[in-house]
């Protein structure tokens, strides 16, 4: 009866590790699965934000700085463009 609990006992711990490392396999599986989901969605939508970025801000940016600077805009209604002018 000894020998039985004894090999009753080790198969059952046996089994519980087996069962402990497939869960533990699961999970890591699971997680790195999400991490690159997550990856090729960030990427996806960088081009998006880069285009906002590029065609609307920066844009915005030099209307700004256009309108808040009246040396540059008492020389925009002028028929030639004195580039040294401007840039002094």
């Known amino acids: 009866m000894k020998i039985s609990n004894a090999i009753q006992h080790k198969f059952f711990s046996a089994i519980t590790v087996v069962v402990l490392s497939v869960a533990l396999s699961g999970v890591i599986a699971l997680s790195k699965s999400v991490e690159t989901q997550s990856l090729l969605e960030q990427q996806s939508l960088t081009p998006a934000f880069n285009l906002v970025v590029e065609e609307i801000l920066k844009t915005l940016y030099v209307a700004e700085t256009i ?8 020389r925009m209604g002028e028929d030639t463009i004195d580039e040294p002018r401007i840039l002094a």
């Open 67 to 74: 309108a808040r600077a009246s040396p540059l805009k008492l």
